[in-house]
C-alpha cells in the first residue's frame, strides 16, 4: 500500500501524522504486543480521508481536498496541498490560499504540482484558468532574490469526443492533444470556441473534464453546448490603443480584431484579459 512512498511527518504533531509524496495522510498509533520476556511496541497506520472544501474567490467557486488533523495547537484542518508543502519543503504556517496548483486540479497534489504563492497571485491564476486564458503568470525568485512573473502556457484539460458523443480521451491540454491527433493548434481553438464549425477529422472538443457523453443532437441544431466563450468572441467591441494611450482602432468583435492584424486568435484573447502588449498596442473590450 505505501511501497515507493517518501513520507514526512506533519508539523506540531509530535510524530503521530504523516504526508506522502502522492498527498496521502496517515495517522500513527502504537500498540503493545506482550511476550514472555519484553513488551515490544508497534506502529499502526490508518490513512485519514479527505473532505472538499469549497471556496469563493471573485465570485468564482473552487473545491479543494482538506483533513482535519491534531497538533499542539488543537484540532486543525487543512488542505493537502499546504500540508505537503510544510512537510516537504520546511516553510511552515502557510494558509490554504498560499499555493498554486499548476495543471488547475485542486485534488492534484504532487510534489511538482505545487509552487508557493500569494493569495492574490493564486486568485489571478484560478481566475486565468477558470477563463480558459491561452497564457498565465506564475511567480518566480530572480536572481537578485527579487520577485518576478513567467508566463506559461496554460495547462487547460481537453476532452475528445467521436461524432456520437462518447468521450475517447481527457488530454492534459490543446498541446499534447494536437501534438498526438497531428491537429492544427490554431484550427482546434476556433472549434473550440464554436467560430469554425464544430468538429475536426471526426472528433469533438470540450474544453476541461468533460462527461462520459455529450447531447450532440444540440450541436445540430446550432446550439452551442459545448463552448461558452463564442458570444463574448463575436458580440463585444475591441479597443487597440497605443502604449501612449492613444486610441487607434476600434473593431466590431474579437475576430475582426485578430484577422486585420494578422495576431493569432489566442493571443489576442489572451493579451486583453492580461492587459500586457502585442504588437506594441494595449487591446480592450469595448
Known sequence: MYKNLRWR???????????????????ISKFANTY??????????????????????????FECPVIRYRSEFGLEQKAIST?????FHGIYHLTNESIIHLDGNEFNNELKNLILATKSDRMRYMLSLKRKDAYSYIPIVQPDGSKGYT??????????Y???????????????AC?????????????????????ISGFLFKLGYGPAVLDTHLIEKKKIVLFNSSSALSSRLVFQYSVSGKLMSVFNNL????????????????????????????????
Open 83 to 87: 500540508l505537503m508543502y510544510e512537510a
Open 162 to 176: 467521436n461524432l456520437e458523443g462518447n468521450l475517447i480521451k481527457i488530454f492534459p491540454g490543446i498541446v499534447q
Open 9 to 27: 511527518t506533519l508539523p506540531y504533531t509530535n510524530g503521530f501524522y504523516q504526508i506522502s509524496d502522492q498527498g496521502e495522510v496517515r495517522k
Open 36 to 61: 514472555s520476556i519484553q513488551s515490544i511496541c508497534m506502529p499502526k497506520y490508518s490513512v485519514l480521508e479527505f473532505e472538499r472544501k469549497q471556496y469563493i474567490y471573485s465570485d468564482t467557486q
Open 179 to 199: 501534438k498526438e491527433l497531428e491537429l492544427d493548434r490554431n484550427q482546434v481553438y476556433k472549434v473550440l470556441h464554436g467560430l469554425k464549425g464544430h468538429e
Open 151 to 160: 508566463k506559461t502556457i496554460t495547462k487547460v484539460p481537453l476532452s475528445l
Open 255 to 286: 475576430i475582426e480584431a485578430s484577422e486585420k492584424n494578422k495576431v493569432p486568435l489566442e493571443n489576442l484573447q489572451s493579451a486583453i484579459n492580461n492587459t500586457f502588449k502585442l504588437n506594441n498596442s494595449i487591446w480592450l473590450y469595448g
